[in-house]
């Protein structure tokens, strides 16, 4: 572990520490999931894993990036965000928190006044001149095998499409990012293609694909994103959809998949 990613280390630490309101102390109780990711990036950088260690270290600059870009116009919800990742009782805390983080974020910078969902309903409530769009965000845990990616993608949708608020005024964001580490094939043409086809079979406005990306060189991060447009859609899911990614636009490392005739 040279100088440099001692450094980093601590940076990270202290940053969520400062956010958490916690010690991030590993011997302690509270936000386990989290402890868990800086302990594998302690292990990765004492055994030299150069590559594994850049990876979280820039997955967690993400999200502090993000909690910060949130913080600042939705201070309600990074304190019930910080209860949810603090809290070791809740299952997979951290990593809703932190899809849901992700996606807020996005909408943010795009623009967009964000309102926290109601309890029983959609994470999110975007209010647009045309109307109201929900938005509804998950994760998954994918594997290198394509295949079975695929069905976890339509299990999600299809699960989360049983909600009361799902219809042509929502739209569900799907972050698949842990199946990543480089660049990223996990959706090629002909697998979106059939992902367009299944959004297209169910009642969603549209469904929102992301992944964290790190560049090639190793030194860069972004999240990229895919659209689906669902078989019937809002006036405002239409203006929202153009205005946080507009139709055919390439993003980096993914290609935005049109809508089937």
């Known amino acids: 572990m040279n100088v440099n ?3 980093a280390f601590g940076v990270i630490v202290q940053a969520l520490s400062e956010r958490l ?30 590559d594994e260690a850049r990876w979280q270290l820039m997955r967690l600059e993400s999200f502090i990036s993000d909690w910060d870009v949130v913080a600042a116009k939705l201070p309600e919800y990074i304190a019930e965000l910080r209860r949810r990742i603090v809290r070791d009782d809740v299952r997979s805390g951290y990593v809703g928190a932190r ?12 623009g ?11 994470d999110f409530v975007i209010v647009r001149p045309e109307g ?4 509804e965000s998950t994760s998954l845990h994918l594997s290198a095998e394509r295949e079975e990616n695929f069905y976890e993608f339509e299990s999600a949708i299809r699960q989360k499409g049983t909600e009361p608020y799902c219809g042509p005024a929502a739209v569900l964001h799907v972050d698949y990012t842990a199946v990543l580490r ?12 059939r992902l367009q086809k ?14 964290f990306f790190v560049s090639s060189q190793g030194n860069r991060y972004h999240r990229g994103f895919l659209r689906f447009d669902g ?25 935005s998949i049109p809508p089937t005739a």
């Open 21 to 50: 309101r916690d010690p991030m102390d590993p011997r302690q109780p509270g936000a386990a999931e989290l402890k868990a990711q800086v302990s594998d990036l302690c292990g990765y950088l004492a055994d030299g894993q150069v």
């Open 198 to 211: 299944l959004v297209a079979a169910t009642s969603w406005g549209a469904v929102m694909a992301s992944a």
């Open 132 to 135: 109201t769009v929900l938005v």
């Open 182 to 193: 480089r660049g990223g094939d996990t959706l090629q043409v002909s697998f979106g293609e």
């Open 231 to 255: 078989p019937e859609q809002t006036p405002a899911v239409v203006d929202f959809l153009d205005v946080v990614l507009p139709p055919g636009a390439v993003w980096p490392g993914l290609v």
């Open 99 to 110: 899809s849901e983080l992700a996606v807020a974020a996005f909408l943010l910078s795009k």
């Open 5 to 7: 990613h001692i450094a």
């Open 112 to 122: 967009l006044s964000v309102e926290r969902g109601p309890q029983e309903g959609a």
